[in-house]
């Protein structure tokens, strides 16, 4: 099993910055690769950025540009940098892990999720 535990949201005005973390543990031998994910209410959840086993990301058209995501392995810890937050950012944000060796923002490849941690952007 993987274990992981997101940090860092909060309520910021549009425009601003938020740095979201989420530290993994357990058996982390397993994951390949590692996402974010976001769910807003009365919506589907969907994936927003992905680093891959070789380093590669992946991004939703609507944060390129403006999120970043990182993954420091000798702290065992994913982050994810947002800029230029908007209020269509709001939304309940999850760290994910998946044993996947492919790339993708398919949450169906993601068995190992965090609780989430909330993100309120406002105009």
């Known amino acids: 099993q993987v274990q992981l535990v997101e940090s860092g949201g909060g309520s910021v005005q549009s425009g601003g910055s938020l740095r979201l973390s989420c530290a993994f543990s357990?058996?982390?031998?397993?994951?390949?690769?590692m996402g974010w994910f976001r769910q807003a209410p009365g919506k589907e959840r969907e994936g927003v950025a992905t680093?891959?086993?070789?380093?590669?990301?992946i991004y939703a058209d609507s944060v390129k540009g403006r999120f970043t995501i990182s993954q420091d392995n000798a702290k065992n810890t994913l982050s994810l940098q947002m800029n230029s937050l908007a209020p269509e950012d709001t939304a309940l944000y999850f760290c994910?892990?998946?044993?996947?060796?492919?790339?993708?923002?398919?949450?169906?490849?993601?068995?190992?999720w965090g609780q989430g941690t909330q993100v309120t952007v406002s105009s």
């Open positions: 357990g058996d982390t031998f397993r994951i390949r690769s």
């Open positions: 994910a892990a998946a044993e996947f060796f492919g790339c993708t923002l398919s949450s169906v490849v993601f068995p190992y």
């Open positions: 680093i891959c086993r070789n380093g590669g990301t």
